[in-house]
């Protein structure tokens, strides 16, 4: 990896941008989410920033047990938001529907058969902490694989070059 890469690494880590969607739950979740911007939890002083545009996100992180409005919007929505990104679904209900999860419900978890997931947070709901910590732990190490990534995309277009020129 550059010194360029590994300074856009560093500056990445220390500005999360988190943009976050309801697809069907109680809003437990959702209150969960809303706690850790409150002064308590305070998420910002970590360097995550909590809003609702996909096109400057990295994280995004997702609540309730996809109900079938969501076909294709949330594919949309993933689409939207650029790389390096992460998926992080919060509670029980994207991972098996929780309590909707019953005869004749409208719901087609788990969230993981719709977008790729990367990290779920189990809990009914989850705490607040859990959820920081998840992006916190999450974030650096999908950051770091994509500037990976890229150095050996390069690494394999100036080997082809090298190789067309002999
Ligand atoms: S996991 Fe529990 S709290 Fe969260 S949305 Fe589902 S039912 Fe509500």
């Known amino acids: 990896m550059s010194i360029i890469q590994s300074i856009k690494n560093k500056v990445r880590q220390r500005s999360i941008h988190v943009c ?80 909707y999860n019953r005869r004749g419900a409208r719901i087609d978890p788990p969230v993981s058969k719709h977008i790729p997931v990367a990290a779920n947070i189990p809990g009914c709901p989850p705490r607040p902490t859990e959820i920081i910590n998840t992006i916190l732990e999450l974030a650096p190490v999908v950051f770091k694989d994509y500037e990976l990534k890229k150095a050996k995309e390069a690494a394999e277009t100036e080997r082809k070059a090298k190789g067309a020129k002999k």
Do not use: F, M
């Open 20 to 99: 976050y969607v309801n697809v069907g739950s109680c809003n437990g979740c959702d209150i969960e989410i809303l706690a850790c911007l409150a002064p308590r939890y305070d998420i910002e002083q970590y360097g995550i920033y909590v809003h609702n545009n996909p096109r400057e996100a990295d994280i995004l992180l997702i609540t309730g047990a996809y109900t079938e409005q969501w076909e294709d919007k949330l594919k949309h929505l993933w689409d939207l938001i650029p790389e390096p990104k992460a998926a992080i679904t919060i509670g029980n209900c994207p991972i098996s529907g929780c309590a």
